[in-house]
């Protein structure tokens, strides 16, 4: 399958300043990228879709100003945290779809710490 | 509204055959997901149905019926490795995934 990479699957960061995870598509291009975010014991909860080159589409209750979306190539979007907070820790996971695809296929994931 | 429903958890044996149900209601259909999930890893994606039937897959199988909107994965030949989540997910009709809860697969010796 293709692959999509995330980066970093790890970080830590202090209360207040900002992060950034990077979602690139290895093998394909993505015209599609989806954001989620995973809370301890539950499902997944979709945070945003973004289109190339279009403005991404937050889901209800998904703060635009704190969490940044920018899908400025066809394999590379990027989610920037702002002013973490302690209860933004979690778990984020990108996944990505090209033109012809129904099959998203998943990064690696990252685990947001702020302390 | 749109839902998918599947067990929150199921108990089987090493060895032996498991069958994860999924049912959804969701305004438009594009296709159905199943996907493993361990603790603390991204998910990792086993199936893709978009047609009625069967899908096969080494020890993995997914159905689908989309009249009763009803899907299975089917896992035989159970290993302790297999014990993680798995999580059904349906394409909407305007193209987003929309998620299962998961269930959550305890393999027993």
């Known amino acids: 399958g293709a692959v999509v990479s995330q980066h970093p699957s790890r970080v830590i960061c202090k209360s207040g300043t900002s992060v950034k995870i990077e979602c690139r598509s290895l093998d394909f291009q993505a015209t599609t990228m989806f954001w989620y975010r995973q809370f301890p014991k539950k499902s997944l909860m979709l945070m945003a879709t973004?289109?190339?080159?279009?403005?991404?589409?937050?889901e209800q209750g998904v703060e635009k100003d704190k969490f940044l979306i920018n899908h400025a190539s066809l394999t590379l979007s990027t989610l920037t945290v702002t002013s973490a907070h302690p209860e933004d820790s979690s778990f984020y996971i990108c996944?990505?779809?090209?033109?012809?695809?129904?099959?998203?296929?998943f990064g690696q994931g990252t685990r947001l710490t702020v302390v | 509204g749109q839902n998918i429903d599947q067990p929150t958890e199921m108990t089987a044996t090493e060895g032996a055959i498991v069958q994860i149900n999924c049912t959804y209601q969701t305004s438009g259909f594009n296709g159905l997901f199943w996907y493993q999930q361990h603790a603390g890893e991204a998910p990792t994606f086993l199936s893709y149905n978009v047609l009625d039937g069967l899908e096969e897959k080494g020890r993995f199988s997914s159905f689908l019926s989309r009249s009763k909107g009803y899907s299975y994965l089917l896992l035989k030949e159970l290993q302790m490795k297999d014990s993680a989540s798995y999580l059904c997910?349906?394409?909407?009709?305007?193209?987003?995934?929309?998620w299962g809860a998961g269930t959550k697969l305890i393999i027993k010796p």
């Open positions: 997910a349906v394409i909407g009709g305007n193209y987003q995934l929309i």
């Open positions: 973004s289109n190339e080159g279009s403005k991404a589409t937050y």
């Open positions: 996944s990505a779809r090209g033109t012809s695809d129904t099959e998203a296929f």
